[in-house]
């Protein structure tokens, strides 16, 4: 956590810290950046709670504003149940809690220039950054719990009615810790507890699917991530309504098959289906053809063994047979995390299928691009030697340990513990939904200063207050403000992801 002096000061200027509305500060180092948004590290000066604050530039999302609205919908809806699990006091016995390793949004207001959404803060860096630094993960040590906690994560969004649509490793963050869990890591943990900190983030292209009758259609994602189902969907906007409807929609199972691409990037350090062309990457994609590299299968390994049919299985080109996130916590390769009863469900005799993969010369074995469809490439992750997870007797007994730390001093609240908190109940929660906003204030930015000119507390207070008036909820006000704004970088997505 960086110094007190690294935030803006005040200068003791009643009249001017009387026409600063924002209760946020930012640092003017950015935590990480998308197409169409950046995110600063921030603080709310009332409560000196820290928060990451993701600015969305109103520009770059013009005639996209929808999906802003649906993205800061998902998630309000996502925070308030994970709040009234946090109040229930529900018990869980998995190893992670999935609703834990979803990214929390706190507030949410809109400027002139921004739409801006505060959420719970996370570590610089994500996992492809950790992996591409690695080359590969350690597959029993790191590979395996990563893959365990983000299936818990899929998981809770499943159960919640929530697709996700571009489950990858961009968009997996670090939780802030305040204490290290070092002594879990002494004491000889089976596991990299750094499994406890993975955040699934960037809830952009996630939707609801409240019904069975709600079809999905839309070819949205991240191409190397892309589900078979959803590559089918490709162009579909351009086709006759009949002719859409002929396309089979597809469901949360497209979450499943990218859980297998992470999970092979992370054992291999470079994706299963990209080809030297996008056009040889969908083929593969369509067919199942991923890439197994000799030497990286070793049947008389019994992690690897389960790693490569737990990767099979993720990849099943007939979504109706692929496993729900639900079925695969049974698995062998991640069902030491979860607490389920009958382990022999719901695989049987398929846990013994192996694919017979391809050795298709197409493939590259080579290190993905940052979130982009796969081609740019600069070395081969090299393979990890294997181990053996042995279940620890006190495991139980060092998880609640983490547990309780974990509730103590991640995710979003104060850095300054021996500050006094406000909020009484926010004591015992990482997860407590405050600042509550005063009714009629910050909250859809009629009273707000755009929030990073606060760094310097000198921007005047007219800048902004007229223009940002206009609630993020309801369309049609916030479509109306954003009226003949420049659509040259709406266009700037499409390189990171389809969505056509
Ligand atoms: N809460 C957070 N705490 C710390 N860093 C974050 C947080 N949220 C996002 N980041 C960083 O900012 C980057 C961009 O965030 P995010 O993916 O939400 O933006 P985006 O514009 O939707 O990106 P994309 O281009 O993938 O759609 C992330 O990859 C991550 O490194």
Redesign the pocket.
């Known amino acids: 956590m960086s110094s007190e002096e690294a935030w803006p000061q005040r200068r003791g200027n009643l009249d001017f810290e009387e026409a600063i509305r924002c209760k946020y500060v930012t640092k003017n180092n950015?935590?990480?950046?998308?197409?169409?948004?950046?995110?600063k590290?921030c603080m709310n000066i009332h409560t000196r709670d820290l928060?990451?604050m993701?600015l969305?530039s109103k520009k770059t999302v013009q005639g996209k504003l929808w999906l802003i609205q649906r993205e800061v919908s998902l998630l309000k809806d996502m925070s308030t149940r994970i709040r009234e699990l946090e109040l229930s006091g529900a018990q869980n016995h998995d190893t992670f809690e999935g609703h834990h390793h979803v990214?929390q949004l706190f507030d949410y207001f809109e400027t002139a220039q921004h739409i801006v959404l505060v959420?719970?803060?996370?570590?610089?860096?994500?996992l492809?950054e950790n992996i591409i630094e690695a080359g590969s993960l350690h597959l029993a040590r790191q590979a395996r719990p990563y893959t365990a906690c983000l299936l818990s994560a899929i998981h809770f969004l499943h159960e919640n009615g929530v697709v996700h649509r571009?489950v990858k490793a961009?968009?997996v963050?670090f939780r802030?810790r305040v204490t290290e869990l070092s002594e879990f890591a002494r004491r000889g943990s089976d596991y990299d507890p750094t499994a406890h900190d993975l955040?699934l983030?960037?809830f952009?292209?996630a939707t609801k699917l409240n019904s069975s009758e709600d079809e999905l259609r839309e070819c949205v994602g991240t191409i190397s991530y892309l589900a078979p189902e959803v590559m089918k969907c490709q162009g579909i906007s351009r086709l006759p309504p009949a002719e859409q409807k002929k396309i089979a929609p597809y469901d949360q199972s497209i979450d499943v098959w990218a859980l297998g691409v992470l999970a092979y990037f992370m054992m291999t350090g470079y994706m299963p289906f990209d080809c030297d062309t996008d056009a040889e990457t969908r083929k593969c994609i369509l067919e199942g053809d991923y890439y197994v590299e000799d030497g990286l299968r070793d049947e008389h390994d019994a992690d690897n063994s389960l790693f490569w049919n737990f990767i099979h299985l993720c990849f099943n080109v007939n979504a109706s047979e692929r496993p729900s996130a639900h079925d695969l916590r049974k698995h062998p390769f991640v069902r030491a995390f979860f607490e389920d009863s009958d382990p022999s469900e719901p695989f049987g005799n398929r846990i013994r299928l192996q694919k017979s993969v391809s050795s298709s010369s197409l493939h590259k074995l080579q290190t993905p691009s940052r979130?982009v469809s796969s081609t740019s490439i600069s070395h081969l992750g090299s393979s990890e030697s294997r181990a053996t997870i042995k279940r620890n007797a006190s495991r139980d007994e060092e998880l609640n340990k983490i547990r309780e730390t974990l509730k103590k001093t991640l995710s979003m609240a104060s850095l300054r513990p021996a500050q006094p908190v406000r909020n009484a109940n926010k004591d015992n929660s990482t997860f407590m939904l405050a600042p509550v906003p005063p009714t009629g204030s910050l909250m859809n930015g009629c009273l707000s200063l755009t929030p990073e000119s606060k760094s310097n507390f000198n921007t005047p207070p007219s800048l902004s207050r007229t223009a940002s008036s206009n609630n993020i909820s309801p369309p049609a006000s916030a479509s109306t403000a954003l009226t003949g704004m420049d659509s040259s970088s709406s266009r700037k997505?499409a390189g990171?992801?389809f969505d056509m």
């Open positions: 950015q935590l990480g950046d998308g197409c169409f948004s950046v995110v590290e928060f990451a993701k969305i990214l959420t719970q803060l996370c570590d610089h860096g994500d492809y571009d961009e968009n963050i802030r955040v983030a960037d952009g292209l979130s997505r990171a992801r």
